[in-house]
């Protein structure tokens, strides 16, 4: 049983910073790609970023130069730091993990919103 947890969502003002963690456990057959996605009201969940095992990493054109991905294979970790919020940036975020047999295991997610 594999299980993510993320945590660092919150509430705060256009242009702040804010940093989301995720924390995998459990049986995990490799953490091959870490990332994170969102869902915001009235849209489909989308991709946001993603890690690899190797740190190869990719973005999603809207928070490419404002976010960052990063990872600890040894603590099995994902963090997102988000920098220059915009309210568009509002949404659940959660993060997913891909193991090495290709199977995907997602985090309950956590809420950021940012007021303008």
């Known amino acids: 049983q594999v299980q993510l947890v993320e945590s660092g969502g919150g509430l705060v003002q256009a242009g702040e910073s804010l940093r989301l963690s995720c924390a995998a456990s459990g049986i995990i057959l490799g953490a091959n790609i870490m990332g994170w996605y969102r869902h915001r009201p009235g849209n489909e969940r989308e991709f946001v970023a993603e890690i690899t095992k190797l740190g190869g990493t990719a973005y999603a054109d809207s928070v490419k130069g404002r976010f960052s991905i990063s990872r600890d294979l040894f603590k099995k970790t994902a963090d997102l730091q988000m920098n220059s919020l915009k309210p568009e940036d509002s949404a659940v975020y959660y993060c997913?993990?891909?193991?090495?047999?290709?199977?995907?295991?997602w985090g309950q997610g956590t809420q950021v919103t940012v007021s303008s």
């Open positions: 997913k993990l891909r193991d090495d047999i290709g199977r995907d295991f």
